[in-house]
């Protein structure tokens, strides 16, 4: 019989190594796959790394697809540390798109120094009342927010469809379902010249270090983690458990926002109803992988968006399906939680004495 | 082991420093009720696991004789081997599927998982005839979560007759049932001895105990201190087994009543799914006394803590703090009056396990400049508060980074009662502080206590553990059935009567 025990201390180094070992695991049992769909595997893994590291454009490309996923993957990780279950992320992401597009497109225009604040504060706004609603609905009917954020997701879709058939349409657009691009005031910079990569990729940074400090260093954040930790414990405590919750989802809800922004506003130029290739899904995966540690986010974000980018290149140059890279990722996630339990939990081997 | 059908010989159960079952032996006698006493944490519930085969015992074993003579030593740990030994165990909490019919409840686990045909019908014949012979009736299509608690009682003692229970253990069968449910499940019950049944029967009820038993047995701190048949066994000697007379812990002293610090006036409450009610509930807890709230587990006393604690809202009735009413007493409200907390269920409403010592010493005063300046943590400033309380109060652990999850059971409660005696409160609920302490833990909180009182602090102490309520109390109340009476008796008979029903004296 084998005997499941609990180890005492897990050192902070180990916690840090987990998510490390599981990503190289995934990217070693990606082999088998690999090797099923018929491609050298050496050669393979090589296109896949300089498809990631190969060049100015593969790296900018890279931390471009990283930047929503470090928003969906702040949305998550914050939401999941009160344990308030945003799967919504998603919806947000389109409500922060559309409000940006709404504010964007030439309601108002001005210099980028104002206009740029603008557009990310609606996006981050329209994001907090996307995750307001079912958090509400939690707080004050009990409703599960798991169901309640996940449907959101689809209403959101299907309105912002609407909307880009209607009052958001571009006359210019050919017929096009698309809105109207943002003003140059409004686009985010690129950073490199040439290159895709955009002030986005900095804001998210930016983003995750301030979730950071007010997780690590502020009374918020200790509020935070009480209720996530003990809701029973932090409410005997006087901690007000449902603003706390409230607060939770507006944060996280801007977070996801921002993601939308970032992908019109930075990317894009214009809203189509196929903006996010389920950014906000991702982010949930990120969440889980970075250990819910806002700073982890960004590595987890950016191993995510290099197996998929490394995917893409991969599966052009050898004729494997880019779904390849789902299996990596979702491998990866296995591994973590696999490897978590072993760092919590080790096996002993136990004898049963005869009767 | 003449006579009997089961014989447990030494069961012994260690949970980390705490011996749950210290050699206890126990023999069931076929067609008879055995009762089995104790307090919370005397270790009845870790008996009946290790019979079960869901605890793996330290030492001891389980012999079980079939009727033809044979004998068996069951396998530790299986449960499956006890089911295939006939044994069936009704548990506190039911294990009912509620979006499930009766019929597939019951069936649930007796029919082969890829039988491509089941034999419905006959087991739905099997059932009624069931039915009749044991009194027990339950509409077999009738989905779990459309039945009353006692009706899906009824369907936990059927699904274990159904499997050919010869042993049945009843796990306080009736503490969600009302008088006259438990009446009709002890009457079929008792139908069902003379075709060969035997039951373990754990109770907190000494009237059902009394009523329904035929040989009781007491347990202690994990040891088993009597045993005797019903009929010489009366209440008051139970309760004095149950709560045992060992030597005082701390000396008692007597404190200096003042001024009224907390007031409970007419407080009713009613019952509900999450706690059990109170009717009419007056208190006057002064300042400088310890009143003791004595009682038998879940007559109320958890929800008189939560109402204190702020964390439930009375129906009706008035609290009043220092002579103020108050309307709404939240837990934050509660923490502003000065009223200090010592959870029931420490690592439930106690502590966050996850947090670090250092947190959970400063989580009731986050609004306090000296923990935190414009929102952000001083967090240096924290590390030394813990330091300090950690020496004060003898905190043994890791540090004050640790995960208090790390701590001990004792730890954590001195962590607590740090936290509580810090803030100086004038009114300390302190609700079972020293359950499932060993004896220097405990002395140790009960010494802190009644240095609290002689500062001049009002203490309402809520304790199944008549001992400490004698021990530290000034004055005595007793709980029962969400009412609560006066005693000036100092009598364990006068108290246990109280405790179980009987008049006030």
Known sequence: ????????????????????????????????????????????????????????????????????????????????????????????LYLGALAAVWVGTGMIDGPPILMIP?????????????????????????????????????????????????????????????????????????????????????????????????????????????????????????????????????????????????????LKGYLTSDLSPGFGYAGIVVAMLAGLSPIGVI????????????????????????????????????CMLVGGFFARFRLRRRTTRAP | MSGSILAMRGMTKRFG??????????????????????????????????????????????????????????????????ISARIGMVHQHFTLAENLTVLDNILLGTEPLFSPKRSRRRARAGLHRLMETSGLNAPLDVRIRNLSVGERQRVEVLKALYR?????????????????????????????????????????????????????????????????????????????????EEQARVDRTVGKPGAPALGLAEISVPASRGHRGLFDVSLTIHEGEILGVAGVAGNGQSTLAQITSGLLQPGQGTI???????????????????????????HQDGIVADMSVAENLVIERLDSPEIQRQGILRRSAIAAHARTLIDAHDIRGPGPQARTALLSGGNIQKLILARVLEAQPGIILANQPTRGLDVRAASEVSRRLIEARDRGAGVL??????????????????MHNGRIAETKSRDRAVIGAMMTGGAAA
């Open chain 1, 1 to 92: 019989m084998i005997e499941i025990v609990p180890r005492g201390t897990m050192r902070p180094r180990i916690a840090i190594l987990i998510p490390v070992i599981a990503g190289l695991a995934a990217l070693l049992l990606a082999a088998v796959p690999l090797a099923f769909a018929g491609a050298p595997i050496l050669p393979a893994y090589a296109q896949m790394a300089s498809g990631v590291f190969g060049s100015m454009f593969t790296v900018t490309e890279t931390l471009t697809r990283a930047t929503p996923l470090i928003f969906t993957g702040l949305a998550a990780a914050i939401a999941f540390r009160a344990r308030l279950w945003n799967i919504g992320g998603e919806g947000q």
């Open chain 1, 118 to 266: 603008l557009v990310l504060a609606a996006g981050a706004a329209a994001g907090a009342v996307g995750l307001l609603g079912p958090a509400l609905l939690k707080t004050r009917f009990g409703a599960d927010e798991v169901v309640t954020s996940l449907l959101l997701n689809f209403i959101i879709l299907i309105f912002v469809q609407m909307m880009l058939e209607g009052a958001f349409k571009d006359p210019m657009g050919l017929g096009w379902p698309q809105s109207e691009p943002i003003l140059d005031s409004a686009v985010l910079p690129t950073l490199v010249d040439r290159m895709r990569l955009h002030a986005g990729f900095l804001i998210a940074i930016a983003v995750a270090l301030v979730a950071h400090a007010v997780l690590a260093y502020t009374v918020w954040g200790f509020r935070i983690r009480a209720v996530g930790g003990n809701a029973a414990a932090a409410r005997h405590a006087g901690i007000g458990v449902k603003r706390t919750i409230l607060g939770v989802a507006i944060m996280s809800g801007a977070c996801a926002g921002l993601a939308g922004v970032s992908e019109v506003a930075g």
């Open chain 1, 299 to 334: 590595a987890a974000s950016l191993f995510v968006a290099s197996v998929f980018v490394g995917a893409d290149s991969m599966s052009r140059a050898m004729g494997v399906s880019s779904f390849l890279a789902d299996l990596i990722v979702s491998m990866s996630l296995i």
């Open chain 2, 17 to 82: 420093p705490l011996l749950a079952a210290d050699s206890i032996d126990l023999d069931l006698y076929r067609g008879e009720v055995l009762a089995l006493l104790g307090e919370n944490g005397a270790g009845k519930t870790t008996l009946m696991n290790m019979l079960f085969g869901e605890y793996t015992p330290d030492a001891g074993e389980v012999r079980i004789r079939f009727p033809g003579g044979d004998e068996e030593i069951l396998p530790p740990g299986q449960p499956q081997a006890a």
């Open chain 2, 164 to 244: 050919e229970a010869r042993i049945l253990v009843l796990d306080e069968p009736t503490a969600v049932l009302t008088p006259q449910e438990a009446d009709s499940l002890f009457a079929a019950i008792r139908d069902l001895l003379g075709d060969g049944l035997s039951v373990i029967f754990i109770s907190h009820k000494l009237r059902e105990v009394l009523a329904f038993s035929d040989r009781i047995m007491v347990l202690r701190h994990g040891r088993m201190i009597g045993e005797m048949p019903t009929s010489e066994a009366d209440a008051g000697g139970i309760v004095r087994m149950m709560v045992g």
């Open chain 2, 320 to 346: 009043s703090i220092g002579g103020r009413d108050v309307r709404r007493l939240s837990p934050a409200r509660a923490l502003r009056e000065g009223i200090g907390r010592i959870p029931e269920d420490r």
């Open chain 2, 461 to 478: 102490l809520i304790s199944e553990d008549l001992d400490e309520i004698l021990t530290l109390s000034d004055r005595i109340l007793v």
